[in-house]
């Protein structure tokens, strides 16, 4: 029973760990792209709970019995055996992560649509393979050292005290981000009810009046406070957009439209998808005097139903 318990623990150090690793990586990886600090994760500290778990997950299922398995065969099938056992893990848990967070928040929290190999939106080739070679990798070389460590060199009270202190401040954190999504999810309710209404007024909404519109929110103080407020750059709705840039819904996509309006280039790229539809149609199409296709107010309509499907 107490190997079973001092198991359970070094499972978790090793949650903790990983997570706080991926979540500087990620820092750091974001801060050379974008050339400035940006925090990464939903919790306020410095954890990416999805690298945590995915070194679990790897490590329960494949480390022992699997991986002295094909360990047998050298050094080389060794690694591409779990490559492909932990590419084929990873895409198991993320489309059904992705398909239970959609249907629990009607939101679509990432989306591969735009890519050339992928399934639903929900997994594609390019993360596959990322998350292939990140799971040889660490359970071949990475795993077997970091048992040791926790085996040999840290006796089970302090492990113990440790595990006790780290779950503490986890639940701390969880609790208060867990708080901080529901007055988000309260402040989108209220923006969402404001647009469906201003809508039924015969707001128009579509394309070159959508600036217009926005506008016409904004004169409300009330809703002008929220929207600043969600779109701070430290919200928590904030660092979800940034962490997951795709993310769309159809519960509150008109609230999300408002906090998060579209850069001109998404509009551009709209238009142009649309007049690129409208000219293979084979239909009659009339050019205005930029030689641009004019679109109906229909075209641009399923354009965005097209995108919000995506």
Sequence with gaps: MMHVIERIIDYFLIFILCSVIGWVCETIMYAIRDKKAVKRGFLF????????????????????????????????????????????????????????????????????????????????????????????????FVQPYILYVLDEVFPFPAKLVTAFVLYTVIIIDVMLTVQSMKDVIKSLRELEQYAVDNAQKGIDKVQNK???????????????????????????????????????????????????????????????????????SGEPVHVDDNGDVILEESDIEEAGKEEKDA
């Design 45 to 140: 500290g410095p954890l990416c709970p999805i690298y945590g778990s995915g070194a679990v997950i790897s490590s329960a299922v494949l480390y022992g019995r699997i991986s002295d398995f094909f360990a047998k065969f050298g050094d080389i099938w060794h690694y591409v055996a779990l490559f492909f056992l932990g590419m084929l893990l990873c895409n198991v848990i993320e489309y059904l992560t992705s398909y239970v967070l959609e249907k629990a928040f009607k939101t679509r929290w990432w989306d591969y649509s735009y890519k050339k190999f992928q399934i639903n939106g929900r997994i594609c080739l390019t993360s596959s393979l990322l998350f292939g070679f990140g799971v040889a990798t660490y359970i071949k």
């Design 210 to 280: 959508k600036n217009e519109y926005i506008e016409t929110v904004k004169t409300n103080d009330q809703i002008d406070a929220i929207i600043k407020k969600l779109s701070d750059e430290k919200s928590l709705l904030s660092r979800a957009k940034r962490y997951f840039p795709t993310m769309h819904g159809e519960k509150y996509n008109e609230a999300m439209n408002l906090v998060f309006p579209k850069s001109e280039s998404e509009e551009e790229e709209k238009l142009r998808k649309a007049r690129k539809k409208r000219i293979r």
